[in-house]
T-cell receptor
């Protein structure tokens, strides 16, 4: 079946602009995660949805970052007033939302964001 | 807090050499441990996992054993191939706290030469 998809694959924007990054999870997966991967680093957690609600948004770096998942499927990560330091690959993952260690996260290919 | 430390790369090996990538962790609860792999131009893929102490995860000839006494989860393969060239990430998920996120190490780039 189809995996996690993310659009766009690349986004170049100017400092101060607003961007939206989209994630389509695996069908039927109730849990959805956003991570950010800077060059030479491992992915860092941003936010986790269980269904439509944000179960944990402790990784969002500041209030310029916001994410929604209005119907419990597709999610959009929104970044306001972008800064050069926001340049990174933004990864989305989804899982079945099972309790405990049986739950495996499946990752999308990522969106590479470049802020000029 | 929870964290993962893995050996820095890059690691360059000849085909059929033995591979070890070290990974140690710090966790407040009872974590599950993972190795993810990122092949060139592709997304992160789960390679193997272990959910409790002394468990051994294995896949595609790779193995890692969850060692609680040394808080380690080292990745090994007896004979690497050129196709194993990728970046390998060690990660944990702590079920004692947040139910959601994975915590990753910085990644180790492996290059295998023919």
């Amino acid at each position: 079946g189809a995996g996690v998809s993310q659009t766009p694959s690349n986004k170049v924007t100017e400092k101060g602009k607003y961007v939206e990054l989209r994630c389509d999870p695996i069908s039927g997966h109730t849990a959805l995660y956003w991570y950010r991967q800077s060059l030479g680093q491992g992915p860092e957690f941003l936010i986790y949805f269980q269904g439509t609600g944000a179960a944990d948004d402790s990784g969002l770096p500041n209030d310029r970052f916001f994410a929604v998942r209005p119907e419990g499927s597709v999610s959009t990560l929104k970044i306001q007033r972008t800064e050069r330091g926001d340049s990174a690959v933004y990864l989305c993952a989804s899982s079945r939302g099972l309790a405990g260690p049986a739950d495996t996260q499946y990752f999308g290919p990522g969106t590479r964001l470049t802020v000029l | 807090g929870n964290s993962v430390t893995q050996m820095e790369g890059p690691v360059t090996l000849s085909e059929e050499a033995f591979l070890t990538i070290n990974c140690t962790y710090t966790a407040t609860g009872y974590p599950s441990l993972f190795w993810y792999v990122q092949y060139p131009g592709e997304g992160l893929q789960l390679l193997l996992k272990a959910t409790k102490a002394d468990d051994k995860g294995s896949n595609k000839g790779f193995e890692a054993t969850y060692r609680k006494e040394t808080t380690s989860f080292h990745l090994e393969k007896g004979s690497v191939q050129v196709s194993d060239s990728a970046v390998y990430f060690c990660a944990l998920k702590d079920y004692g706290g947040s139910q959601g996120n994975l915590i990753f190490g910085k990644g180790t780039k492996l290059s295998v030469k023919p």
